[in-house]
C-alpha cells in the first residue's frame, strides 16, 4: 500500500471515531492526531487493529484501533460476549471470572468489562483487588466458569497493557474460539454497538476466600514437607516488582512452612509506573537488583521475583563461590523437571502413564531427564495455551507431573492452565530445602544435573523492530532465513530444518522432507545441527521483537569440568551470532 493510501485509509478510521459514539476526552485526543502535521502517531494509532497472539490482546495504551482502550477492550468483550451466548445458548447461566493486574488502567477496564459481560446477561465474578493471573485460571474451574480474562501486559513496559481471554478449562483461548471471538469483535463496526451500560445484580465482588481456597490447594503439591520442616527458617528474599504477587506469594511460602520470607519494601508498593526498575520483567538482572541486594545483606540462601501478573518467576542463588547468579528459565525448567520427577519417584506416583510438557524452544535436557527416567515428554509451541491443551486432551488419562517454558514459565499443579509463578515460588523454596538435606544449594543442585544428563547452555537474544516499519523489517527477516536457509551454524553442518510456518521438516543428510506432527502452523523457522545445536527463530507474538533461541550443548563427567564447558558454549553462542548475521 502506497503511503498515500494507508493515510487515507487511517483518516478514515480515525474520523469514525469522531461521532457521538465516543466520549469527549477520546474524540479531543483523535482529533489531535489527526491535526498533527506528523502523522506518525495517527498511522501507529489507526493502521491495523489489536489482534489475539500467543499472549491474547496486548498493546500500548492510547486512543485508536490499534491501542489498549475503553473501545478497544469493549470490542473485544463485546464480541467475546456475543461468542459466549452463541456458544452456550443451552445454558441457563454463562458465568465469566474477571481478573486484573497493577497497571494504568487495568481496574478500569475490568469493571467496564464486567459491565459489558453483564449487559449481555452473563454472571460476572470479578476480583475486588489486583490478583495473579493464574488464580484468575483456578476460579474459572472452580466456579465452572464459561470464560474469563485479566486485564495485563504481563511483563511488559509501563506503556502497554493487556488482554486475557480464557475458555472453560481455564486455559487461554486457542482455536476455534480465538479465531471466532475475533470474527465476533470484527462485526462490530462502532461503538454504539457496544453495550457499556452493566447489570449490577449479575457482578459479584469475589477476594479473599478465593485467594484461601487457591494457597489451600497450592499446599497439596508439596512433595518434601519433611524438609521444609528441617528448613523452615531458612531466608528467602520475595520481591513482586510492585504487581500481583505481592498478594499471595508470600503467603503461600508461608502456608508450605517457610517462616522467614525477606520482603523489598520498595517493590511491594503497588504501581503501574514501576518506579524502581526500568522494565518489570524477572527475566531481566536489573529487576532482580534490590532483592539480591536485600539478599546479601541479610545472608538469605534465595531470592524470588514474580511480574505483574504473577504468573512468571525469576530467581537467584549463590554460586559455588558465594556470588549471587541469576537462573535462566532453560535453567529453572530443568531444576522443576528433575526435582519434580525425582520426587514423584520417590514418593512411588510414577505409574507408566506420567509426562511432561515443553515448548519448542525450551532446552532439550528436559527430554532426556524425562525419557531415561520413563516419563512421556510433549514439545509444544511457544505460549502456555498449548501446554494446557495437551493438559486438557490428557485429562483423566494421563497423569501431569510439570510443563514449562524457556521465558520462565512453569506449572506444577494441574488444577490451574496457565504458567503459574505463585506455586513456582513455593516450589523452588521448598526444592532448595530438599537440596539442602543433601548438603548441596540449589546451584549444586543444577550442576549435578549437568554432570548426570549433559551440559547445555542456552540463550535468547531479541532483536526490536517497533511500529508498522519494524514488523515489516520482521517480516523481510523471516522471509530471508527461508529463502536463503543456513547451511552451517557456529562451524557444525545443519542436520536439520523444521518450518512450522508450513508444518515441514528437512533432513539435510538424507534430503527427505517430512511433515510435522503439530496441531497448527506457527512463524517458527528451527535449525539443529550434527553436533546438537539448536537455533530457533520467531518473531514475537506480543513484543515488537524477533527472537533467536540458541543451544549449545557439551559432554562433562565431573563437576571440575563445568567450567571450561561453560567457557566453550560462551564461545560458541558468539559464533552463531556471526552465522545468523545478528
Known amino acids: ?135 484468575m485460571s483456578y476460579t474459572i474451574r472452580k466456579f465452572g466458569c464459561q470464560s474469563g480474562i485479566i486485564l495485563t501486559a504481563s511483563h511488559n513496559p509501563k506503556e502497554y497493557n493487556g488482554y486475557k481471554a480464557y475458555w472453560d478449562d481455564g486455559a487461554q483461548m486457542i482455536a476455534p474460539h480465538d479465531k471466532n471471538t475475533i470474527a465476533e469483535v470484527n462485526r462490530i463496526r462502532n461503538a454504539g454497538e457496544i453495550k457499556f451500560e452493566g447489570d449490577k445484580k449479575r457482578i459479584e465482588i469475589i477476594g479473599k476466600e478465593i485467594d484461601e481456597q487457591y494457597i489451600k490447594a497450592l499446599t497439596t503439591i508439596s512433595l518434601s514437607k519433611e524438609a521444609i520442616a528441617r528448613h523452615n527458617d531458612m531466608k528467602v528474599v520475595y520481591t513482586p516488582i510492585h504487581g500481583t504477587g505481592v498478594k499471595l506469594v508470600p503467603d503461600a511460602l508461608r502456608a508450605f512452612g517457610f517462616t522467614n520470607v525477606i520482603h523489598v519494601p520498595e517493590q511491594d508498593v503497588v504501581s503501574g509506573d514501576f518506579p524502581t526498575v526500568e522494565s518489570p520483567n524477572p527475566e531481566e538482572p536489573a529487576a532482580l537488583a534490590m532483592a539480591v541486594q536485600k539478599a546479601k545483606e541479610t545472608d538469605a540462601e534465595l531470592v524470588l521475583a514474580t511480574d505483574p501478573d504473577g504468573d512468571r518467576v525469576g530467581a537467584a542463588v549463590k554460586n559455588n ?19 519434580l520427577i525425582t520426587r514423584w519417584k520417590e514418593s512411588g506416583k510414577i505409574e507408566g502413564k506420567e509426562y511432561i510438557v515443553k515448548t519448542i524452544v525450551t532446552t532439550e535436557l528436559v527430554r532426556t531427564i524425562a525419557e531415561r527416567n520413563g516419563v512421556e515428554m510433549y514439545d509444544v509451541y511457544t505460549g502456555f495455551k498449548w501446554i494446557a491443551k495437551v493438559m486438557r486432551e490428557n485429562e483423566g488419562r494421563k497423569n501431569y507431573i510439570g510443563g514449562g517454558e524457556e521465558s520462565f514459565g512453569f506449572l506444577c499443579e494441574d488444577f490451574v492452565r496457565d504458567k503459574d509463578a505463585v506455586s513456582a515460588c513455593a516450589i523452588l523454596a521448598e526444592m532448595t530445602a530438599w537440596a539442602k538435606d543433601q548438603g548441596l544449594s540449589l546451584y549444586q543442585l543444577l550442576q549435578r544435573i549437568y554432570v548426570e544428563y549433559g551440559f547445555s547452555h542456552e540463550q535468547g537474544i531479541s532483536v ?119
Not at 460476549?81 to 445454558?91: G, I, V
Not at 563461590?321 to 522443576?336: I, P, Y
Not at 507474538?541 to 563427567?557: A, L, N, S
Request: negative net charge.
Open 1 to 135: 500500500m502506497e503511503n498515500s493510501e494507508l493515510l487515507e485509509m487511517v483518516k478514515t478510521r480515525a474520523q469514525a471515531w469522531l461521532t457521538e459514539s465516543y466520549d469527549d476526552e477520546t474524540r479531543k485526543e483523535v482529533q489531535a492526531l489527526l491535526d498533527k502535521d506528523d502523522s506518525t502517531d495517527l498511522i501507529e494509532a489507526f493502521y491495523k487493529d489489536l489482534e489475539f497472539g500467543t499472549g491474547g490482546l496486548r498493546g500500548i495504551m492510547g486512543v485508536g484501533t490499534n491501542r489498549m482502550n475503553i473501545y478497544t477492550v469493549g470490542a473485544a468483550t463485546q464480541g467475546l460476549s456475543n461468542y459466549l451466548n452463541k456458544t452456550f445458548a443451552d445454558l441457563e447461566q454463562i458465568k465469566v471470572v474477571i481478573g486484573h493486574d497493577c497497571r494504568h488502567n487495568s481496574r478500569k477496564f475490568a469493571e467496564i468489562s464486567a459491565d459489558i459481560f453483564s449487559a449481555n446477561g452473563i454472571k460476572v465474578y470479578l476480583f475486588e483487588d489486583l490478583r495473579p493471573t493464574p488464580e
Open 321 to 339: 563461590d558465594g556470588e549471587w547468579t541469576l537462573l535462566n528459565g532453560n535453567q529453572t525448567a530443568l531444576l522443576f523437571v528433575y526435582y
Open 464 to 582: 526490536v523492530k517497533k511500529g508498522k516499519s519494524g514488523a515489516e523489517e520482521i517480516e523481510a527477516m523471516m522471509v530471508n532465513y527461508r529463502k536463503q536457509p543456513l547451511t552451517e551454524i557456529a562451524g557444525s553442518k545443519v542436520a536439520f530444518i523444521y518450518d512450522y510456518a508450513t508444518l515441514k521438516g528437512y533432513s539435510c543428510q538424507d534430503k527427505e522432507t517430512f511433515t510435522l506432527d503439530m496441531p497448527t502452523t506457527s512463524n517458527v523457522l528451527q535449525y539443529v545441527t550434527e553436533d546438537h545445536t539448536k537455533v530457533s527463530i520467531r518473531p514475537s507474538g506480543t513484543e515488537p521483537k524477533i527472537k533467536f533461541y540458541c543451544e549449545v550443548h557439551g559432554k562433562v563427567d565431573c563437576l571440575e569440568e563445568l567450567p571450561e564447558a561453560q567457557s566453550a558454549a560462551l564461545e560458541k553462542i558468539e559464533q552463531i551470532k556471526v552465522s545468523l548475521g545478528i
